[in-house]
């Protein structure tokens, strides 16, 4: 446990944390058990200092199961349906009925639980009402996804590689309009930014409801925007994820390896296109690449004794 523990704020963007998560946090220092004592922090504004009478309190607060909403319920499952434990639709329900939620006595209709996984090719039936996990399945449990996001990544880039993949908005598009990874916020003063993918992003291609904030972030973190201070957070949790998203790639038949490669340099160092060529020189830096690009350079090839004056 911690001596000490800080929390630097209590909003998310322009939403505040609850209490009850803020408590949470409070208790990662050392508990009293060991007769120590220790200290946490709370920094505040001035418009959240009414949050101190609420840490105060000694209310408790109710535990609530969200099990029995779909797509949860799918993600805690599919790990037991690929190691086999779970392979028909009884294992699904003693599973259920073991939960804080059925306790709670909250519904879930397991034939909806079967339709949402095979929709998604997470599982395949075989006889007598068993069940597999199919490939979907397998890469979603492995590398901690919801199927349901692993599906549309792939489906998206299926229709992208055809036509589009050079095409940054497209790509954007394919990685931000996925089935529960999806960010929420506001733009700030670069809000422009969300127009100029909607300007990049090709006239047959419409982003879903809550994903265009998403898309747009892609497509500045693929070098060809500014997602501003207001969106650093989300900027940092998108390239958390970015790892396992290209994993995902890796599965879709028609990319290629050379472009996944590209596309994770691009998203890693936030790169566009044009200066790409330049990082074949292992040195090279964002600000030289951009500097040989404004005096006629094309790529690395012959300018390693090319003096830039901001260097």
């Keep these: 446990m911690s001596d000490h523990v800080i929390i630097v704020g ?14 949470q946090e409070l208790g990662r220092q050392g508990r009293q058990q060991n007769g120590l004592q220790y200290r946490s922090d709370i920094i505040l504004n001035d418009d959240d200092f009414e949050i101190e009478k609420e840490l105060a309190s000694k209310g408790s607060y109710d535990a609530v199961s969200v099990l029995n909403d779909l797509q949860t319920f799918c993600f805690h499952v599919l790990p037991l349906i690929v190691s086999g434990e779970i392979c028909d639709r009884q294992g699904l329900q003693d599973f259920y009925d073991k ?22 090719k997470a599982i395949f039936f075989r006889s ?21 996001d692993v599906k549309r990544l792939r489906d998206n880039f ?5 036509l589009d993949l050079s095409s940054d908005g497209a790509i954007a598009w394919a990685l ?25 992003l090709p006239p047959d291609y419409e982003c879903e409801e809550g994903c265009l904030t998403t898309s747009a972030l892609w497509w500045c973190m693929m070098g060809n ?5 207001q969106m650093a957070n989300n900027v ?16 879709c038949h028609s990319l290629k390896p050379e472009f996944i490669s590209i596309l994770d340099l691009r998203i890693s160092r936030n790169l566009n296109k044009e200066i ?17 690009l404004a005096l006629g350079y094309s790529n690395a090839e012959g300018t390693e004794n090319v003096e830039l004056e901001n260097e």
């Design 10 to 23: 209590v909003r998310r963007g322009k939403e505040r944390v609850g209490t009850a998560e803020l408590k």
């Design 236 to 251: 940092r949790h998108l390239k958390k994820q970015w790892s396992r998203l290209s994993s995902v790639l890796s599965f």
């Design 128 to 148: 007598e009402g068993r069940f597999s996990a199919d490939e979907n399945g397998i890469i979603a449990s492995n590398l901690y996804l919801h199927c349901g």
């Design 276 to 292: 790409v060529p330049f990082f074949s020189d292992l040195k090279m830096t964002k600000s030289r690449a951009m500097g040989l």
């Design 158 to 162: 299926e229709r992208v590689s055809s």
């Design 225 to 229: 925007g500014v997602a501003g201070k």
């Design 176 to 200: 931000g309009n996925l089935e529960t990874l999806r960010i929420q916020g506001d733009f700030g003063n670069r809000r422009e930014e969300i127009s100029r993918f909607m300007e990049d």
């Design 99 to 120: 939960s804080l939620a059925s306790f709670q006595e909250k519904k879930l209709d397991i034939e909806k639980v079967l339709l949402f996984l095979e929709e998604r």
